[in-house]
């Protein structure tokens, strides 16, 4: 759009050179929550004429405990704005969130809620502990070079597997929280050119991630809770295309699987 002008501001970069770039007043300002409460507080960032508030992703930064740099940000903003609350799911905190802040909201669902996306074909595999990486690397083979999205639960897990598969010939970076905001979006970018292939991602790094195209979806491990499932899934069959999503399992947790899959309304 001709004059619309755009910023990011995140933790992990100069706060110096973010300042600089408000000073032009972009039209939107794109940032995570605590750098942009930085940035109201010491009126970096001007208020008073924000028109659209939106929140997007609004259920996991709940969860990763971000409620009161959301509500300080909400409190910021002008009582005529529009806030716009953007999700995969909905659950009671992000409904009592919405009471507070907004008035006779208009709910938009692009499919019913809690239900998993029809063009992600849902799989589950039993396998037992030791048999996992060769799994994954059965499952990456079969792909031929699809881009692979492979959730893990911890940090030290991404960096692991993600070794492990670099030096078994795959092109596998992994990413996490720690990473510095800039070593992140290289590895983003790496991965939407294809010139890393398989992505290692814990689900701090994943949540809000658009990239076009990836074709299987990994759990290395049955998620906390559907709501995570969901999420994790959704990074594939996105804009009408198609997708896998894949749960390995030990034989231990199939019930904890089955489960998950039956709160998504997935039937297996």
């Known amino acids: 759009v001709a004059g619309l002008t755009v910023e990011c501001v995140t933790g992990g970069s100069s706060v110096g050179q973010e300042r600089r770039r408000l000073e032009r007043k972009p039209t939107v300002v794109v940032g995570t929550p605590g750098r942009l409460l930085d940035h109201i507080r010491t009126r970096a960032v001007d208020c008073s004429s924000i028109a659209e508030l939106v929140l997007d992703e609004a259920d996991r930064m709940l969860d990763m405990g971000f409620r009161e740099e959301l509500e300080a940000i909400l409190d910021a903003t002008p009582s005529g704005r529009s806030t716009h609350l953007v999700s995969a799911t909905f659950p009671a905190e992000i409904q009592k969130l919405a009471r507070k802040y907004q008035t006779e909201p208009l709910a938009v669902q692009g499919t019913r809620l809690g239900a998993a996306n029809e063009d992600i074909e849902h799989v589950g595999h039993l396998v037992r502990l030791h048999d996992r990486y060769a799994a994954i690397v059965n499952l990456i083979l079969l792909g031929e070079d699809e881009r692979t999205l492979i959730f893990v639960n911890t940090r030290a897990q991404a960096a692991e597997l993600a070794d492990q598969l670099a030096s078994d010939g795959f092109a596998a970076a992994p990413i996490s929280g720690e990473l510095e905001q800039n070593q992140r979006t290289r590895t983003l970018e790496a991965f939407r050119s294809v010139v890393t292939t398989v992505l290692v991602a814990t689900d701090v790094a994943a949540r809000g991630l658009d990239i076009p195209d990836v074709a299987m979806v990994i759990h290395t491990d049955a998620p906390f809770d559907s ?4 999420h ?27 489960f998950l899959l039956s709160l998504s309304l997935i039937h297996i």
Do not use: D, N
């Open 227 to 230: 709501e995570s499932y969901t």
């Open 232 to 258: 994790r899934a959704g990074r594939t069959g996105r804009a009408g295309a198609k997708g896998r999503s894949i749960i390995l399992s030990t034989p231990m947790r199939q019930k904890k699987v089955e």
